[in-house]
């Protein structure tokens, strides 16, 4: 090798020729938010009040002292009060009931139409479908219960029914948009080779179904019937405006009792129902991670 060649292979940067090409104008780095000015400091303002508040409701929640600001020593006793309440296991296995119930239903629903816009060819209006299946995810909730409240009072007249039905029937409708969008995402990410090579050994639509097409998306519909239990049992404006006599689920027990006061019994539940809420939340997330198929 000349001098001349050695020389030049010295100063050609890292990368080889690839990295060398800066033709057609200078190279603008990639835009990062996290190199921006103030970036870590507001990440750490979110952080700070989105959980400091939480610490400190676990922290009293073991607290001894029925005050829930003045720290007198560590105790159980404000979970074992709160397990043994009647008012709140009552409220607990109503929220339970509607929200299982709730969810069930809807992610049956969610999955029929994840199948109907993602296993047929494109058609004019799906467009139109996609919105009318979100629109709880769009309309202000408030909006979503006032009209849902008025729809159910001209049923109740008309039909003189009532009960628990038309709590369940509401949370079944914002609940399957929550269900549709995992199970939607996991037939997206689904080969469609699995189906095709299915058919191609004469199984029916039906057999292709049952044994290719669900189990590769049962764990879109696991999380998405998680995700609407969670959303179920979280509800609070749409269950205040359409439930009846009795029907307290455990957010409007809750809410009723912090009007009287914030006590360690209080916050015992609370920890429990966020116990709860991570726990489905994590499983949720484990099983909507998984890689294309």
Not at 6 to 29: E, F, I, K, N, W
Not at 59 to 74: E, K, L
Not at 211 to 221: N, Q, S
């Amino acid at each position: 090798m000349s001098d001349a060649a050695a020389l030049g292979a010295r100063s050609m940067p890292r990368g080889g020729a690839a990295g060398a090409v800066t033709r057609g104008g200078d190279r603008r780095p990639r835009f990062d938010v996290k190199h921006q000015p103030g970036f870590v400091l507001l990440a750490w303002v979110c952080v700070v009040g989105l959980y400091a508040p939480i610490v400190v409701l676990i922290t009293y929640s073991f607290n001894a002292n029925p005050s829930v600001t003045i720290w007198t020593g560590f105790s159980w006793q404000w979970y074992a009060t709160a397990l043994a309440n009647d008012e709140i296991k009552n409220a607990a296995l109503l929220s339970l009931r509607v929200a299982v119930t709730a969810s069930t239903i809807a992610t049956v629903f969610a999955t029929m139409a994840a199948l109907a816009t993602t296993r047929v060819p494109s058609y004019r209006g799906l467009t139109l479908i996609y919105a009318v299946i979100n629109q709880p995810l769009m309309v202000p909730e408030i909006v979503t219960g006032i009209a849902t409240v008025v729809f159910f009072a001209l049923v109740k007249q008309i039909t003189h029914v009532y009960g628990l039905g038309y709590l369940i029937t509401a949370h079944i409708v914002f609940c399957i948009p929550f269900a549709y969008l995992p199970i939607r995402a996991r037939l997206e990410d689904m080969d469609r080779v699995y189906e095709t090579a299915a058919a191609d050994l004469y199984a029916t639509p039906w057999q292709t179904f049952v044994h290719v097409t669900l189990p590769l998306m049962a764990p879109g519909i696991l999380g998405g019937a998680m995700l609407a239990f969670l959303i179920s049992l979280d509800d609070v404006v749409i269950t205040v405006l359409v439930s009846g006599p009795g029907e307290e689920t455990l957010p409007l027990y809750v809410i009723g009792q912090v009007k009287r006061g914030v006590t360690p019994e209080l916050n015992a539940m609370a920890t429990l129902f966020l116990a709860a809420s991570t726990l489905f939340a994590t499983l949720f997330f484990l099983l909507t991670r998984r890689k294309r198929v």
